[in-house]
Structure formats: C-alpha cells, structure tokens
C-alpha cells in the first residue's frame, strides 16, 4: 500500500473504509479509520529535491525565486523590468529578446548552482535544454519544504521570465498579462512597491522593483481597503472558565428543555486549532491588517500577545453595557463583534475551526468595491417551523428566515458554508439597529437559546444581499466532523492534493470514547498541513491560559475611529426605519 500510485491507493482505502467500517462497533469507527487511513502516507511528494528550512511563507518564497533572478540580472547588467501576473503565487520580469542566450545562461547557471529548476512555460510541450532555447517564458523556481518534508512551495512559487520583442517603438510581450503586453520602448522606468503587482502582498511590505510607468496603474479589479480578521476562541478546560459556566447554568434552568447541542462540551473544546489557524492566516492571507481575538478574558499559553498586529479583546470590551456576562453562546459573541474598538469596515470572522488551506487573494471575500462575498450551502435550512428542541444552528437559520422574510418578502433556504465569513461594520450595525429585538435578545441568551439569531453566519449574507452590499461568491471548501470516520480518508486527500481554500475541521457532539481519537487525528493532521509556525506563537508557551489584564466589571468599548477609506462610517448606526418596498409577510 505504502508504494501504491496515490490515485490507486485513495480508490483502495475508500473501498476499504466503505465496506469494512459498517461492520465496526460505532464507537470504534474512528479508531478503525485512522489505522486504515495513515496520515504519514498522504504527502504530496510533487518535488525531488527541495531546501530544507524552519520557517516559509509563499510571500516569502515567491520574494526569494524573484529576488535571485533581478540580482542575477543585475549583475550581468541585464535590462529588466518587472510585471504583474495573474497568478498569486508567481512573479515576472521582462528582459530583451536579443539578450537571451545571455539570460539562458544566466538562468541555467544559478539553477545548476542551489538546486534550482528551470522549467519552459511557453510554449508547452518542449521541455529540457532545446526548449529553453526557443522558449518565450521560462521559470526559475527553487523549492522549499518543512523538515519533516510535508509541505513543498514548488515551482509555482517560481520568478517567469518573459522574452520581450522590440517592434516598431514598441515592445511586446509574448502573453497578457493583467495591464499591458505592450508597451512604448520610451515608457519611463520607474520604482514600484509590492502590492503594486499582486495583491498577494503584506499592506506595509516596503520592497520595491523597477517596472515601466504603465504598469503601476492598478486594474480596477483589485481590492484596496484594509481587511482585518476576528477570531473567538474558548479554553474549555480552563478551571476558572468552568466554575462561571457551572454557576450560568444553574440559573438557566431552561437550558436542560432545549437542545443538548446547545452547551455540549464539544462546543467549548480546544484542541490547539487556534495555532494552526493562525499558521493558515499568516500564510495564505499576508494581505490581513489586523487580527482581533475575542475571548472570555483568557489569552492562550503559547500566544504573543506582544505582536503589533495583533489584539486580544474581551468580551467585555463588545458587550459593554449590553447583553449578558460571562456568556457561552457563540452567537451573542458574534452579535456583538463589529463593536471591536479599531476594528475596519471590511473584516472576515473566522471560528477557530476554521483554516484557509492554500493561498488566497482578497477578492475572494470582497468585490473591488466592497460588497462582501458569501457562500451559499448545498443545505437547506429547514422549511418545518421552528422547535425549541431544534439543533441551535436550525433554530437561528429559521429565525434569520423570518426576518428575511418579515424584512423583505423572501424566503431564505439555503444554509452558508463554514467559511471565513466576510464581514461589513456597517451592515452588522445597521441590522442591530432594525432588528434590535432579536439581537439584544440574542446578545441576553448565556447559552444558544431557540430564539437565538445568527449574525455573522447567516443573517448578514441575506441582509447584504437583499441591499445590494453582498454578492455570491465561490470558494473550494471542505467541512467534516472529527467524529465522523470517514473524516481521516477526507484529511488524507486534502493533504496530498492540498486542492481547497479553506476547510472546517468541526467537532458537534463528541462522546468521550472519541474525544482521544479526534485529539489525536488533529495532532498527526494539523503539524503535517501547517508546519510552519507564525509569528504569533511564543517559543517558550506560559503554564497554562493566563488572564487579561482589564479593570473588572463592565467595560463600555469607545467608539472606533473612523475608517478613513469609508469616512462615512462611524458606529454605532442610527436606527434603519423599513422602505417602502420592504414588504410584511408575516
């Protein structure tokens, strides 16, 4: 099995996990399927041989390829110029077509020289030296990959050279490209920042290239405005944490008449997601601003808190003088976080299940002029009427759906998916001020409660859709729940193919003869995905979960400042009264 072709081996496992796994004892399936189905033989493998390093980025990876070719270039006294690419991983520069067996020298000296590959791009079907010779974009790349070799940044993290022809008081390039494949031979050459040609970029990235005047105009399709991300996040074994949600209990009595996914453990447990979270974020999103995680007063061990980019903000600091605190309902967290003092306009909401899996530009979450993107589910929410048994996420689906309906006219049926959830500031308040019942309601509720709306999840969407701020979007996804056991054939592929953009690794009501097991899985899947640490993790961790330093009691959050790239929002929003072509269905 170990040597078996991946596509071969996938196909025997699924039939394996497919006829075997019935047979099984239920509360051994998962154990049974991680035997089956080892992790450690789902590497990629796509690359021979590939620099061995502790820490990468694709930015970062993608900086190196580009700056090894522009200094070759240099140095040879080469003229170049840089321009944009469609891809997000890649980069390219422009050189002479009369210089070419000067630059095909060059290139195939430094890729014999640091283990490097060179590789012909155009045309394609001539690979080797007798290609190169006639090619008109080549691509020189050298790979990189973890220690334990589970993670390669291939050749499409590679610098393209492109052969430029002089035509006439012009020179043309032998492929489009995002701006221009033509260009005056005149054309001023000038310096230009990074986000200039991609928007794969950190915002304060300070290196710069030369390029020719033309490219330095932006295309319209490119996101511009500050993004930030806010994550919650929960220590469910943190003693102190335990103690308050004991003592909340007791005085909702009417906890025990709902449903138990309301306040099952499963809801509150931490298995280090957080970290490979924030790996995923840094490594696939360097376009992020801020990042602002909400929690219950507690800062996890191995966080550093003291990154300029980062924050850690209380539940407290949210609420303010509203709701109801401590609190242990996820969705009167979420009613409550477009209130994050400095938080910007444009912001995804991520759970801490939640991980981008390869990367991915801005305009994935947002149009060019700042509608928010979402991502409708192939569920449906349900049509019955509402339960007070009904699962939380059912309940709040089909109470979002009435005030869709009641707001509107329309009937929400379709679920979103367990994405990163793009999100507006001004949206999030403007339905706080038109529905205020049912979010200060929510907000009231220390356990999922059946009246419960969900705001960031499912109700915005709608909401911004239905007033021309959201758009459908499209975003290659995967969710699974750890204690489903066809979860670790699902974890397999998507480390060897490494084919999503984000993927929801979500536990809904664990017993604890599975609880080991889903530890396990993510301990063995999580390192091998995202081997790389991020800045925000601390080489020594704490103890154990520390506390924020706040002054206790109510914390009432300042008003942010203005976001100056939206000067005309600033919170909170006046209440919103109903046009005249909303209609009242109920």
């Given at each position: 099995?170990?040597?078996?072709?991946?596509?071969?081996?996938?196909?025997?496992?699924a039939?394996?996990?497919?006829?075997?796994?019935?047979?099984?004892?239920?509360?051994?399936?998962?154990?049974?399927?991680?035997?089956?189905?080892p992790?450690?033989?789902?590497?990629?493998?796509?690359v021979?041989?590939?620099?061995?390093?502790?820490?990468?980025?694709?930015?970062?990876v993608r900086?190196?390829?580009?700056?090894?070719?522009?200094?070759?270039?240099e140095?040879?006294?080469?003229?170049?110029?840089?321009?944009?690419?469609?891809?997000?991983?890649?980069?390219a520069?422009?050189?002479?077509?009369?210089?070419?067996?000067?630059?095909l020298?060059?290139?195939?000296?430094?890729?014999?020289?640091?283990?490097?590959l060179?590789?012909?791009?155009?045309?394609?079907?001539?690979?080797?030296?007798?290609?190169?010779?006639?090619?008109?974009?080549?691509?020189?790349?050298?790979?990189?990959?973890?220690?334990g070799?589970?993670?390669?940044?291939?050749?499409?993290?590679?610098?393209?050279?492109?052969?430029?022809?002089?035509?006439?008081?012009?020179?043309?390039?032998?492929?489009?490209?995002?701006?221009?494949d033509?260009?005056?031979?005149?054309?001023?050459?000038?310096?230009?920042?990074?986000?200039?040609?991609?928007?794969?970029?950190?915002?304060?990235?300070?290196?710069?290239?030369?390029?020719?005047?033309?490219?330095?105009?932006?295309?319209?399709?490119r996101?511009?405005?500050?993004?930030?991300?806010?994550?919650?996040?929960?220590?469910?074994?943190?003693?102190?944490?335990?103690?308050?949600?004991?003592?909340?209990?007791?005085?909702?009595?009417?906890?025990a008449?709902?449903?138990?996914?309301?306040?099952n453990d499963?809801?509150?447990?931490s298995?280090?997601?957080?970290?490979?979270?924030?790996?995923?974020?840094?490594a696939?999103?360097?376009?992020?601003?801020?990042?602002?995680?909400?929690?219950?007063?507690?800062?996890?061990?191995w966080?550093?808190?003291?990154?300029?980019?980062?924050?850690?903000?209380?539940?407290?600091?949210?609420?303010?003088?509203?709701g109801?605190?401590?609190t242990?309902n996820?969705?009167?967290?979420e009613?409550?976080l477009?209130?994050?003092?400095g938080?910007s306009?444009?912001?995804?909401y991520?759970?801490?299940?939640?991980?981008?899996?390869?990367?991915?530009?801005?305009?994935?979450?947002?149009?060019?002029?700042?509608?928010t993107?979402?991502?409708?589910?192939?569920a449906?929410?349900?049509?019955?009427?509402?339960r007070?048994?009904?699962?939380?996420?059912?309940?709040?689906?089909?109470?979002?759906?009435?005030?869709?309906?009641?707001?509107?006219?329309?009937?929400?049926?379709?679920?979103?998916?367990?994405?990163?959830?793009?999100?507006?500031?001004?949206?999030?308040?403007?339905?706080?001020?038109?529905?205020?019942?049912?979010?200060v309601?929510?907000?009231?509720?220390q356990?999922?409660?059946?009246e419960?709306?969900?705001?960031?999840?499912?109700?915005?969407?709608?909401?911004?859709?239905?007033?021309?701020?959201?758009a459908?979007?499209?975003?290659a996804?995967?969710?699974?729940?750890?204690?489903?056991?066809?979860?670790?054939l699902?974890?397999?592929?998507?480390?060897h193919?490494?084919?999503?953009?984000?993927?929801?690794?979500?536990?809904?009501?664990?017993?604890?003869?599975?609880?080991?097991?889903?530890?396990?899985?993510?301990?063995?899947?999580?390192?091998?995905?995202?081997?790389?640490?991020?800045?925000?993790?601390?080489?020594?961790?704490?103890?154990?979960?520390?506390?924020?330093?706040?002054?206790?009691?109510?914390?009432?959050?300042?008003?942010?400042?203005?976001?100056?790239?939206?000067?005309?929002?600033?919170?909170?929003?006046?209440?919103?009264?109903?046009?005249?072509?909303?209609?009242?269905?109920?």
């Open positions: 099995m170990r040597h078996t072709p991946w596509p071969v081996r996938r196909r025997l496992l039939g394996v996990q497919r006829k075997l796994l019935p047979y099984v004892p239920a509360e051994r399936r998962l154990a049974t399927a991680r035997r089956v189905v992790l450690a033989r789902a590497r990629t493998g796509r021979r041989s590939a620099r061995v390093t502790e820490m990468a980025t694709p930015a970062g900086r190196e390829n580009l700056d090894r070719v522009v200094t070759a270039l140095a040879a006294q080469v003229d170049w110029f840089r321009i944009p690419v469609d891809s997000v991983t890649g980069s520069v422009a050189v002479p077509e009369e210089e070419r067996d000067r630059v020298a060059l290139l195939e000296t430094l890729s014999a020289s640091d283990a490097g060179l590789e012909v791009v155009r045309p394609t079907g001539r690979p080797g030296r007798r290609g190169r010779r006639t090619a008109t974009v080549l691509r020189l790349s050298r790979p990189v990959t973890d220690p070799g589970n993670l390669v940044f291939g050749p499409e993290y590679g610098c393209e050279i492109e052969f430029w022809r002089t035509v006439d008081g012009h020179l043309i390039g032998p492929r489009s490209n995002p701006v221009a033509v260009v005056p031979v005149d054309e001023p050459v000038v310096e230009a920042s990074e986000h200039v040609f991609g928007s794969f970029s950190a915002p304060d990235d300070p290196a710069s290239y030369r390029t020719r005047e033309i490219f330095t105009m932006v295309s319209p399709d996101v511009a405005f500050p993004i930030d991300v806010v994550y919650t996040w929960v220590d469910g074994e943190d003693p102190e944490w335990i103690e308050r949600k004991a003592v909340a209990m007791r005085a909702n009595g009417w906890v008449d709902v449903s138990e996914l309301a306040c499963s809801r509150y447990a298995r280090d997601e957080l970290r490979y979270s924030l790996r995923a974020l840094y696939f999103a360097p376009w992020v601003r801020h990042i602002f995680l909400v929690t219950d007063d507690q800062v996890p061990a966080l550093d808190t003291t990154q300029p980019d980062l924050t850690v903000v209380s539940h407290r600091e949210v609420f303010g003088g509203t109801q605190l401590p242990f996820s969705q009167a967290i009613s409550r477009h209130r994050i003092p938080l306009e444009h912001f995804l991520l759970n801490d299940d939640v991980f981008l899996a390869r990367p991915v530009p801005p305009e994935m979450f947002f149009t060019p002029g700042g509608l993107r979402f991502f409708p589910s192939t449906l929410v349900d049509s019955a009427p509402r007070d048994d009904d699962p939380p996420a059912n309940s709040a689906g089909k109470n979002n759906r009435r005030l869709i309906q009641q707001a509107f006219g329309r009937v929400l049926t379709r679920k979103m998916k367990h994405t990163p959830h793009p999100s507006r500031r001004s949206v999030l308040a403007e339905i706080e001020s038109r529905f205020a019942e049912q979010v309601a929510t907000a009231e509720h356990f999922r409660h059946p419960d709306v969900s705001l960031l999840s499912s109700l915005q969407q709608y909401y911004g859709y239905l007033t021309g701020r959201a459908p979007g499209e975003i996804y995967m969710y699974t729940d750890l204690a489903d056991a066809g979860t670790p699902r974890l397999a592929r998507v480390l193919d490494r084919h999503m953009d984000a993927f929801c690794l979500n536990d809904t009501n664990s017993s604890p003869e599975t609880a080991a097991e889903q530890a396990a899985l993510l301990a063995e899947f999580l390192p091998a995905y995202l081997p790389f640490p991020s800045p925000y993790e601390l080489g020594t961790p704490r103890p154990a979960t520390t506390r924020l330093e706040l002054p206790r009691g109510p914390v009432v959050s300042p008003r942010a400042p203005r976001d100056q790239s939206h000067p005309d929002i600033a919170l909170p929003v006046q209440p919103v009264p109903p046009s005249a072509s909303d209609t009242n269905v109920a």
